[in-house]
């Protein structure tokens, strides 16, 4: 299974990062094995402050919100509990 997600927020004075992680799980379970994998990839950051809100990829590069959006579900809802303290 594979899904991509947003992590816990952090706050620094007024800026607010929230980072977006992707989520590896796989696990097999046999009559001779049982095996549990899991590993969480950075793919992004976003940026929140007063003067908006920006993506960056893990090479530093801007990149859509609009593309995460359509990547992560409730990022959106997300977005607006954590950076509208900053607007």
Request: some cysteine.
């Amino acid at each position: 299974m594979e899904y991509v997600t947003t992590d816990t927020p952090v706050r620094i004075d007024d800026v607010t990062l929230i980072p977006v992680v992707r989520i590896h799980l796989d696990g097999e379970d046999n009559k001779t094995d049982q095996y549990f994998l899991g590993n969480k990839e950075p793919l992004a950051i976003i940026v929140c402050n007063s003067k908006g809100m920006h993506a960056l990829d893990v090479n530093s590069d801007e990149m859509s919100i609009s593309d995460l959006l359509q990547q992560v579900p409730d990022l959106e809802a997300k977005l607006k509990q954590a950076c509208d303290k900053d607007q």
